[in-house]
């Protein structure tokens, strides 16, 4: 069992940054896929960025590639995730998950563990 805490949201303007971290406690490890995705009204989990064991190997939504940057820190089981240029419809409800099945996915529903979230709100 996997506890993870996001951390870092907040309320930036158009065009400003945020760095969202999400720290993993319980039986990590180092082979375990890290991502996030992000929830806003009325849509569906959507998919933003995963990183697995290697820190080479990072996926993206086409919607955050070239903004967002995924980067993990194993030593301190976190996760990190820098968003620059942020827009509006960035505004939204950010988790971290976790798969433990050793595979990079965009799915939603191969991630096994899941933090809270954390609020982004990015003003027009």
């Known amino acids: 069992q996997l506890h993870l805490v996001e951390s870092g949201g907040g309320l930036v303007q158009t065009g400003g940054s945020l760095r969202l971290s999400c720290v993993a406690s319980?039986?990590?490890?180092?082979?375990?896929?890290m991502g996030w995705f992000r929830e806003s009204p009325g849509k569906e989990r959507e998919f933003v960025a995963a990183?697995?064991?290697?820190?080479?190997?990072?996926i993206y939504a086409d919607s955050v590639k070239g903004r967002f940057t995924i980067s993990r820190d194993n030593a301190k089981n976190t996760v990190y995730l820098q968003m620059n240029s942020l827009r509006p419809e960035d505004t939204a409800v950010y988790y971290c998950?976790?798969?433990?099945?050793?595979?990079?996915?965009?799915?939603?529903?191969?991630?096994?563990?899941w933090g809270q979230g954390t609020q982004v709100t990015v003003s027009s």
């Open positions: 990183m697995g064991w290697s820190h080479d190997n990072n």
């Open positions: 319980g039986r990590m490890s180092i082979a375990f896929i």
């Open positions: 998950a976790v798969c433990d099945r050793g595979s990079l996915s965009s799915d939603a529903d191969r991630y096994d563990y």
